[in-house]
């Protein structure tokens, strides 16, 4: 069974300091790595992934994650919060064998302030 | 140019109706997904179709019944709808490497 933990419900951060949203995955086999954002009464956006490749994944709105297979990790980042960053960003995992189920976690609120 | 789109948006019903969901995908993806998020904004994955054919169905109760009349359509309908069923439920589709693009969500009430 495949399973994502976001340890942190909410993470409040000033505007312009750097941010970190934690993430860590269990699954067997090569894990396919996704962060998604949702923005108050809307869907799912998708931000970046993980397949293969560069540890570093870079995807839209200036965030970033980094792969660390030997800590089973995931973590989003940004160098510098906007307040416009404020919304609720899941992180969720796939198989490479399956391909078909993804797992989210249970998401974590970010709150940047002025 | 929508994505993936879902019709109602929003749905009130009282309990003991049947009422039916829509999804649609013009990205040309094989396999579709319907999820719930609950009121603790929990995402469960309950189904998946891969070219009209289910693939996943995941414990969900026997009065929820997706169908798929073709790969760009995948529908919901619940029988029989108990509070419980109130959520946000999310149709979804994937591409390649299994990234998924979703919908913007029907915010279901159950009175």
């Known amino acids: 069974a495949q399973s994502v933990a976001q340890p942190e419900d909410q993470v409040n951060v000033a505007e312009g300091n750097p941010l970190t949203v934690k993430c860590t995955y269990s699954v067997s086999g090569n894990p396919y790595l996704f962060w998604y954002v949702q923005y108050p009464n809307r869907g799912l956006q998708f931000l970046l992934k993980y397949i293969t490749g560069d540890n570093l994944v870079k995807g839209s709105y200036g965030f970033e994650a980094e792969f660390n297979k030997s800590q089973t990790s995931f973590h989003l980042k940004k160098p510098s919060a906007l307040v416009s960053d404020s919304a609720l960003y899941f992180c969720?995992?796939?198989?490479?064998?399956?391909?078909?189920?993804?797992?989210f976690g249970t998401g974590t609120q970010l709150k940047v302030e002025l | 140019d929508t994505a993936v789109s879902q019709t109602p948006k929003y749905l009130v019903t009282q309990m003991g109706n049947d009422k039916s969901i829509k999804c649609e995908q013009n990205?040309?993806?094989?396999?579709m997904y319907w999820y719930k998020q609950d009121s603790k904004k929990f995402l469960k994955i309950m189904f998946s179709?891969?070219?009209?054919?289910?693939?996943i169905n995941e414990t969900v109760p026997n009065r929820f019944s997706p169908k798929s009349p073709d790969k760009a359509h995948l529908n919901l309908h619940i029988n029989s709808l108990e509070l419980g069923d109130s959520a946000v439920y999310f149709c979804?589709?994937?591409?390649?490497?299994?990234?998924?693009?979703f919908g913007p969500g029907t915010r279901l009430t159950v009175l």
């Open positions: 990205l040309g993806h094989d396999t």
């Open positions: 979804a589709s994937k591409g390649l490497d299994n990234e998924q693009f």
């Open positions: 969720a995992v796939s198989n490479t064998g399956g391909g078909n189920k993804l797992t």
């Open positions: 179709y891969n070219n009209k054919e289910l693939i």
